[in-house]
Each structure stands twice: as C-alpha cells, then as structure tokens.
C-alpha cells in the first residue's frame, strides 16, 4: 500500500508538472479557476485544450501499457514476454500504417485499425504458439514482430511522403496530437476494461505457482490464461490506438514495479509506474531537449528501455552460465 501511495503520488506530482509548467507555465490558481470555467485570454486555450488533455492522455496510456505488459510477463514467466517485444504492438503498427499509406486514413479510423490489427495478431500468435507453451509463443511472437516490422518497412519504402511522415510519426508513438475526444474514447475503453483486470489480478499471482498448483486451488486454468490474455491485448491495442505504440513502456512498468514490491506482483503498481514513465518521457521530449520542436515520447522512451532490455538480456545470461 505505501508503494502504491508513494507511485500515486509520483504520477499525480508529474502531472501537475505536465500541465502547470514547460514552455508555457500558469499558476495553480489560475488553473483551477480555468478548471471550473474562468476564461483567461491565452492560457485557457493552452492549457484547457492542449496541456490537460495531453497530460491526462499520457496518464491512461501509461496506466494501460503498465499493466497490459505486467500481465503477459507474469502469465508467461519472463520479463521478455513484453507486447511490443512478442508483436502484439507490432500488429497494431502493422495495420495502422497499411491504413494510413494505401487508404489516407486518420484520426479514428486509425485507432480502430490498429485495434483490429493488434486483436487478430494476438489471435494468430496464441493459435501458433498452442496451448500451455508460454516460451513456443515468446518465440513465434518474435518471429511474427520480424515479419510486421519488415511489412512496415516494405510499405514506408513505396509511400508518398506526405502519408510516410504521419505514419512516422503514428509508429514512434506521440502525445503531440492529444485532444479531448482521445481522451474520452480511451477512459470508455478503460472503464470497460479495468474490472476484468481486476477480476484475473488475483488469480495472476496463483498461476505463478504453477498449472497444476493452480488447478489444485481451484482455478480453470485454460479459461484464466485465455481471460488474462484477452484483457492484456485489449489494454495495450486501446493504449496504442490513442498514442502509437509507445516503445518499452509496457516492457519497464512491470519490472521495475516488481522491484520495488520485493518480488510480488501489483497490476495497481506496474500501472502507475507506466504512467510515471509516460508523463515523464513526454516532458523530456516536450521541453528538455535542445531543438524547439516538441519530441514524440516514443523516442525518449525507447532510449530508455533499450540499454534496460541489453541489461535484462546480459543478466540473464550470466545467470544462465552460472547454472
């Protein structure tokens, strides 16, 4: 609980970083006047229209990666088993850029593609992999992740410029377009989300001791792992719908919320830290770094986590030789 109230209070503190303060900066009682309706020229429209949705967009888009990552990690029982690692996000770029190149597609149109894409990915990878096989669906995954990404590659390379540059955009995984009516559809898709998150929470720790464990205490442990496996494609396909696939988010939370539970899993936690980490990249990439224009978070976040997954990677293989 004091972990979970310290990460609360660390994402509620950037936040109000997000919103009060960068390029363009307003008191906090300023704020709540715009809050409950005070129009004060030049900053409502900054802040109302442009900060606060963008802020709290990169809260939900972190609190869903968070945990949407945690929960094939720990149903596969390896930090590697990551969405954007084992092409589950991979599908949803896939389809996205298709869209946006061949047919001009935006805005909506986009997001429900790259749901659709992301949804039947996972499908496919879950059929190829079998049942009970977490390691054979680690590896078919990466194998299809290859193949989308060389997909992607092949349509980038025979796109007009004009759609390449919003497919770039859309696959480096960008705050830049929040609006309120992302926020809105998103907070929809969540809230019908987040009680079947918290349905399987409990059972996702039981399933670590083991299938036959599990099934000793009472759990159908099929039709838990398809239900945990449904609830984490569906969080990560509306996560990336909103705001691209974000690299390495879902793949840090969990890790890094384990750690500082000592071991023990916490879907509550690895959401918070996705979104502390979200709202953190996106100001480094908004006002910290020299340019003028304002980064996609993507670019900060994925030069976070890839040297964390060569770590990830080195650690495990020296323990590996020390067995």
């Known amino acids: 609980m004091l972990v979970c109230l310290g990460l609360a209070t660390l994402s509620f503190a950037l936040l109000a970083v997000n919103i009060l303060l960068g390029s363009f900066t307003v008191t906090i ?124 590659t092949f349509v980038m390379q025979r796109a007009e410029i004009n759609r390449a540059q919003d497919a770039i955009v859309w696959l480096t995984g960008s705050l830049n377009s929040a609006n309120w009516d992302r926020v809105v559809a998103l907070s929809g898709a969540l809230l019908l989300i987040w009680p079947l998150s918290a349905l399987f929470s409990a059972r996702l720790g039981t399933l670590q001791l083991g299938d036959d464990t599990a099934a000793g205490l009472g759990i159908a442990v099929s039709r838990t792992k398809l239900g945990l496996i449904l609830v984490g494609v569906a969080l990560i396909a509306v996560a990336t719908a909103a705001a691209g696939p974000v690299a390495f988010v879902a793949f840090l939370a969990g890790p890094i919320a384990r750690r500082l539970l000592a071991g023990r899993i916490s879907l509550l936690a690895s959401g918070l830290v996705g979104a502390s980490i979200v709202l953190a990249a996106d100001y480094v990439a908004a006002y910290l770094i020299p340019g003028g224009a304002a980064l996609p978070v993507g670019v900060v976040t994925g030069a976070t986590g890839a040297p964390f997954l060569l770590w990830l990677l080195i650690s495990s293989n020296r323990r590996g030789n020390a067995a």
């Open 29 to 152: 009682p300023d704020f709540f006047a715009m809050l409950f309706g005070k129009t004060i020229p030049g900053a409502s429209f900054i802040v109302m229209e442009n900060k606060l949705p963008r802020a709290v967009l990169g809260l939900l888009v972190g609190l869903a990666f968070g945990v949407g990552g945690t929960i094939f990690q720990t149903l596969l029982r390896n930090p590697l088993a990551s969405p954007d690692i084992i092409g589950i996000s991979q599908g949803a770029s896939a389809s996205a850029v298709a869209a946006i190149v061949f047919f001009g597609a935006s805005g909506a149109t986009v997001s429900l593609v790259a749901i659709i894409g992301a949804v039947l990915l996972a499908l496919l990878i879950v059929a190829l992999a079998g049942r009970n096989s977490g390691g054979r669906l680690i590896l078919v995954g990466l194998g299809v992740a290859a193949l989308m990404n060389a997909f992607v």
